[in-house]
């Protein structure tokens, strides 16, 4: 997937809302909604066109799943144990009946296009996205409560009433949680989400939902780059550069004169002000950290057995496939979905046109490499399932395809 593609498939998503103003001013701009204009790539059938069914069949997940309830008639049935589907099922109808929402996390493997939505997402925020479902029965109560992560909430089936409050999030960070009190929504507005229709939530906002009627909705996480993280890459890209950043600090018993650190701390983040005024060290921080994130997403799906090929196989990029791609002097750093692959500086024309290039011919590519050395290293890329075999011999066809084109 390139960031065309992705851009592509996101925008369908999104639309009537372009995908520039949604990662741009949209991101910083607070709450929002978008109403299904019916171009919005399938927004309704992200789960398939039984969304409950594919829900009730994701028996694997019983031990996983998560509830809330602000008026639950008793306690939560017990989830252990669930023998098969019809046991599942009745586990299920058993939380509906005393008025709880079901929340059904780690959806991605049950959507085709849902992983895809969420992977060119990924590649373009360089961060995990999650993606879970809530069902709900009508009569439901949700608790007044926040996320501390961004959301992108599609209603997929029966309506929801959602009251959001109006007041600018906090943005707290995710180690602060609501006091023990009941939390006060304060001002807020009320709407009704059909199917298809979509909101997006900033983390921190303070919301609840009724349900008048059975209802799924899907719930797209995901934590675009903050201030404090470009700071902390910052730190990170220095501490790899300078040694006594890693240094173990002296005074760390538990009657220490902490103060006695002071000195160090504050000497330290002068280092790392005056490291971040040099040109081109933001960026190379925010580089390294794009790599680690990409690295740590989910991984790709590798073959049980790395596939033979020849010269004039046909290569092309597996589902999902990206990187980000970083160097030292003597090594480029790949960094995909699940992993880094770590390559000698030789072959970096050749690796910059793996990447690049959706679909080639293996004896394509470039630079100053022997046919071994290109062998290897596409071995290499379809080990960790980047690449995958399109052709095992080239066809007059796949020569076309993979042919470079000029201007």
Known sequence: MDLAEAQARLGQFLSPLAVDEFLGPGLSGGFRVSRHDGRSGGRP?????????????????????????????????????????????????????????????????????????????????????????????????APVHYDDHDLIVVQLEGTKRWYVATRPSELFNTWRGVSGNPPDLGAHQVLDLAPGDLMYLPRGTFHTVDSDTESVHLAIGFTPLTLREAVIAALDHLSDLNRPLRATLAGQLENAD??????????????????????????????????????????????????????DSVLRHAEGAFTQIGASADTIDVAYPGGHLYIHRGAQEAVVYIADTPRFRVRDLPGPIGDEVRLALVARFLEVGFLEVASPTASVADLFASAPVSA
């Open 45 to 141: 059938a992200l789960l398939g066109a039984d969304p409950r069914a594919v829900l009730a069949g994701a028996v694997h997940l019983a031990s996983e799943l998560t509830y809330h309830s602000a008026n639950a008639s008793g306690p939560p049935p017990d989830l252990s144990g669930v023998r098969d589907a019809r046991d599942f099922r009745e586990r299920i109808d058993a939380f509906h009946a005393r008025n709880y929402s079901i929340r059904f996390p780690d959806l991605r493997p049950l959507s085709p296009e849902l992983d895809a939505l969420a992977r060119a997402l990924e590649l373009l925020i360089q961060g995990p996205v999650t993606a879970s479902a809530f069902w709900s029965r009508g009569g439901m109560r």
């Open 258 to 311: 902490l103060e006695a650190l002071a000195p160090a701390v504050a000497e330290a983040v002068g280092h790392l002000f005056n490291a971040a005024r040099s040109p081109g060290f933001v960026a190379a921080a925010l580089q390294r950290r794009a790599s680690r994130a990409v690295a740590d997403l989910v991984p790709l799906k590798r073959p049980t057995m790395t596939p033979a090929v020849s010269l």
